[in-house]
Every structure is written in structure tokens, then in C-alpha cells.
């Protein structure tokens, strides 16, 4: 069965500090990683997607994929009390439409 | 102005009903999902849809039902067999092998 792990937390960052979320998952042949943002109450939101090996980098976000390893990770520079969130790692395999979900990481930035 | 529209927002169910959630989308996209969250918990699929007049089970299907009878329509129906269905119901499209998008969600509560 095709598996993604993530540590449900919650992960406490000072304001201001890196915040490092991570990712892991089962099926080798996985194609596209997907990090997405979800407050509390609402629905999730795509942040960063990646697709071959390396960094990504957006703004104060960087996503990392390491194939070899199977795990990607998503870094936030510069930490805010507005990233306080649970963040959702999402693979696809590549097989058919479906993704396949981690249950998601609690972070707390503290001011 | 594009995006997923789900509705209601919010909806009440007694027990024994039928109650049915409205997921519109006007991205052109091909597939269409139905999840489940339940609090603190990770995002589980109901059904999903590539294409039109055809829908497969997610990993908990029991208890409800789907169409898509135009591509821009994916209703949801929680049926009385669905004995638990309180809980964060969410809307998403996406391409193969792309991310998902999401609506802003249906909160389910039995009264």
C-alpha cells in the first residue's frame, strides 16, 4: 500500500528561525510532491509542488526532493506567527489521478 | 472569476436523512475528488472522477454516492447508511499527475 509519513507534531519555532517540515514516502516510482497549507477551520491550500531532485525555492519557501531517499521537505525561512499551520505533504505515483496524503504536521511560530 | 464553489457552507443533517453537497468548478479540469477530515486528522477519499458518467471508490466510500453527469458538477450524497458523518467535507480538482485544488469546504454536523 502506497504510504506517506509525516511527524504530526506540533513543531514549535521561534519567530524569525527556519521551520523544517518533512516528508517521506513508499512507492519509488512517485513523481510529483506537493506541499499545501492548511489553517485551522479551512481548506488546504497549495504552496509548493516539485518535481525532479534539488531544491525549489519561492519567496521564504523551499521545498526539497531527494528521490533516492524518498523524502521531501519543505523549508520556511524567516518564520512567522502567520505560518502557524498544518502543513499536508501530497504524492502522486503517477499510476492514475489519485494523491496520496500525509496526515499532516502542526506548526507553531512563536512570537 | 474561476475557481471551486462548493456549497453549502454548513448544513445539519437528522438522523435517517439524505443530504446532498453541491462542488462546481470552472477550471476545465479533468478530475474531480470528494474527502473527508475529521478533526486533527489527515484528508481521506471518498470517491473521485476522471471523466464524465464515470466515478471510482476511494478508500471510504460506504455510506455515500456520487455523479458526474457535466464535467463542472461533482455532487456528493451522505446517505442515512454513512453512521458517523460528522465531519469537514472537501471538494477538489486537479489534472493527472498535477496538484489539486480545493474548494472552501462543507462542514457536516447531525443534529
Known amino acids: 500500500q502506497k504510504e506517506v509519513e509525516q511527524n504530526s507534531g506540533p513543531l514549535s519555532v521561534p519567530e524569525g528561525a527556519i521551520a523544517s517540515l518533512n516528508c517521506t514516502y513508499s512507492d519509488r516510482g512517485s513523481q510529483s510532491f506537493f506541499w499545501y497549507r492548511q489553517y485551522s477551520g479551512k481548506s488546504p491550500e497549495l504552496i509548493m509542488s516539485i518535481y525532479s531532485n534539488g531544491d525549489k525555492e519561492d519567496g521564504r519557501f523551499t521545498a526539497q526532493l531527494n528521490k533516492a531517499s524518498q523524502y521531501v521537505s519543505l523549508l520556511i525561512r524567516d518564520s512567522q506567527p502567520s505560518d502557524s499551520a498544518t502543513y499536508l505533504c501530497?504524492?502522486?505515483?503517477?499510476?492514475?489521478?489519485?494523491?496520496?496524503w500525509g496526515a499532516g504536521t502542526k506548526l507553531i511560530i512563536k512570537p | 472569476d474561476g475557481g471551486i464553489t462548493q456549497s453549502p457552507k454548513y448544513l445539519f443533517r437528522k438522523e435517517g436523512q439524505n443530504v446532498t453537497l453541491s462542488c462546481e468548478q470552472n477550471l476545465n479540469h479533468d478530475a474531480m475528488y470528494w474527502y473527508r477530515q475529521d478533526p486533527g486528522q489527515g484528508l481521506r477519499l471518498i470517491y473521485y472522477?476522471?471523466?464524465?458518467?464515470?466515478?471510482q471508490k476511494g478508500d471510504i466510500a460506504e455510506g455515500y454516492s456520487v455523479s458526474r453527469e457535466k464535467k463542472e458538477s461533482f455532487p456528493l450524497t451522505v446517505t442515512s447508511a454513512q453512521k458517523n458523518p460528522t465531519a469537514f467535507y472537501l471538494c477538489a480538482t486537479g489534472h493527472l499527475t498535477a496538484e489539486a485544488f480545493f474548494g472552501q469546504g462543507t462542514r457536516l454536523t447531525v443534529v
Open positions: 472522477s476522471q471523466i464524465v458518467n464515470d466515478f
Open positions: 501530497a504524492v502522486n505515483p503517477g499510476s492514475n489521478y489519485q494523491l496520496i
